[in-house]
């Protein structure tokens, strides 16, 4: 979708101006368009690690789930950049 719009990154405005319909009938074809261009991070983590890491979320969040798991992600990266900024 960003390259046929001819842009690097596309936003909901930019889908909602080119295809309507798309957006206001698929919102979570929108919102895969959108997040297609954002950037992933894959970390391999070893397995004492993770049962701290779910130990930590489900005390911070009360449960492990993927929603959980990003949360506290987004967290620590936001934590991070922070102290390094």
């Known amino acids: ?26 919102p979570m074809l929108t919102k895969y368009f959108v997040d297609d261009g954002k950037m992933r991070v894959v970390y391999v983590m070893p397995h004492e690690e993770r049962e701290k890491f779910v130990a930590a979320v489900k005390k911070a969040y009360g449960s492990f789930s993927p929603t959980n798991m990003r949360k506290a992600f987004a967290e620590a990266i936001n934590t991070w950049i922070k102290a390094k900024s």
Do not use: C, H, Y
Request: proline share 8%; no cysteine; glycine share 4%.
């Open 1 to 26: 979708m960003s390259e046929w719009l001819g842009k690097p990154l596309v936003t909901e405005d930019d889908i909602r101006r080119s295809q309507p319909n798309i957006a206001e009938f698929f």
